[in-house]
């Protein structure tokens, strides 16, 4: 369904703000992605565990999440749709070191064949990449 996905700095944007994320979000992607409800909260659930959110944050409303626990929860969406190209738009700029490094390891193993595009202002420690690009003005 989705060939490319975009993430933003504050993924805020891509919730709707009067509904829990979680249930939410799997009902969108069940309905979408023609899936199983209880495998796709099942899966949900092991990503936002690994990238360290707590159970509160699944039931919550988007403005009650920081922007770090948002932008992991717009992560574990990215891996739920297994996009052909995810595009993360300074969308780590909110996380400490090692949610970056649980985060991509997470992406790396989970989506194969992805094409992952990072634009970032931090220098980050990438795991097994075909190409680094590092631009400078």
Request: hydrophobic fraction near 40%; charged fraction near 25%.
């Amino acid at each position: 369904p989705n060939d490319i996905l975009y993430i933003p700095q504050d993924a805020r944007e891509i919730f709707p703000p009067n509904s829990p994320i979680m249930p939410r979000m799997i009902s969108d992607l069940k309905n979408a992605l023609k899936l199983d409800r209880k495998d796709l909260f099942e899966r949900a659930i092991s990503y936002a565990k690994t990238m360290g959110l707590w159970e509160n944050c699944y039931e919550s409303l988007p403005d009650r999440l920081s922007g770090g626990e948002i932008n992991k929860m717009a992560l574990v969406r990215a891996l739920l749709v297994n996009p052909k190209v995810l595009i993360l738009d300074e969308t780590l700029s909110q996380l400490d070191t090692t949610s970056i490094a649980k985060s991509l390891e997470l992406i790396t193993k989970t989506l194969i064949n992805v094409t992952l595009l990072i634009v970032s202002h931090q220098s980050l420690n990438l795991p097994s990449t075909d190409r680094t690009i590092h631009y400078s003005i």
